[in-house]
């Protein structure tokens, strides 16, 4: 099956390192804006096409303008490609307000050949203790409010609900849960990069919110079919910019992705 994400970040290739793309509002945020995620997800697709080697295993997006619903390019570029690993750049592109084009996001990624090497891994964290998903509860999805368009994409499962959802933020920004796609699909190694960034910041349980600066993600593993499991924390704010750190483990109890991003606290 292939899922909305696929479908929605998938640019038409109309030239060598050129990809040409309508961004979809159905991950959009409460103001219209589109996720970061979803914004990583279009450049890091249409860069992977150009790319010898078939894996992303870190991606570094800066975003550097609000990105709207609507007409947008994906210039690319590979910087290098070896034997065991390729690196590429893209540029995710949209017309300005006075109709110039200008850039709104830029992407670095490697990309190698996860089958080619033994996993052999060593992790000093485990996944999160949860509850199975369906005796979990869940929200997102058809639950989410009609004018966040990306939270009905997802269905979130947890042994209890957010403070933030509750209206009484707990304090504590750090939180364990269960990520599925609303239409049933399962993740893909590329969905991973969207994952990361999928869930509401968990800096709300501080009384803020937030909007993504920079976001790093390391792609460890295919993930096995299924949701996924996530652990998410924020442990440092100055200057009116804080840290998330997010892993993701699949339904085998493997680790498949991290990130960390910098972000404005709003």
């Keep these: 099956m292939i899922g909305e994400l696929a479908l929605d970040s998938t640019a038409e290739r109309v030239g060598d390192g050129v990809h040409e793309i309508v961004l979809s509002d159905r991950w959009g945020l409460l103001d219209g804006r589109l996720n970061g995620g979803y914004q990583l997800s279009v450049a890091l697709r249409a860069l992977a096409t150009e790319i010898p080697l078939p894996d992303p295993v870190v991606a570094s997006a800066s975003y550097l303008r609000p990105t709207m619903p609507g007409p947008a390019r994906v210039l690319t570029t590979v910087e290098r490609a070896g034997r065991r690993l390729a690196t590429g750049t893209a540029r995710l592109v949209q017309a300005g307000p006075d109709g110039a084009e200008r850039d709104v996001l830029r992407l670095e990624a490697t990309f190698a050949d996860l089958a080619a090497s033994p996993a052999a891994p060593v992790d000093r964290t485990a996944p999160p203790e949860l509850p199975a998903f369906a005796a979990c509860r869940t929200f997102g999805g058809e639950d989410a409010p009609d004018t966040a368009t990306v939270g009905q994409r ?26 599925a796609f609303a239409d049933g699909s399962d993740a893909t190694l590329l969905d991973l990069a969207f994952v990361v960034d999928g869930a509401a910041p968990v800096v709300l349980e501080l ?17 096995a079919p299924g949701p996924l499991m996530c652990r998410t924390v924020t442990n440092h704010l100055a200057h009116g910019l804080h840290d998330e750190d997010v892993e993701v483990w699949d339904a085998r109890g493997v680790l498949v992705a991290q990130s960390r991003q910098l972000a404005l606290l709003l």
């Design 154 to 179: 997802m269905r979130y499962g947890v042994p209890e609900l957010p403070g933030w959802v509750r209206g009484a933020p707990s304090g504590d920004a750090h939180a364990e849960f269960w990520f």
């Design 207 to 223: 009384g803020h919110g937030s909007s993504t600066v920079q976001l790093t993600v390391h792609l460890r593993e295919h993930p």
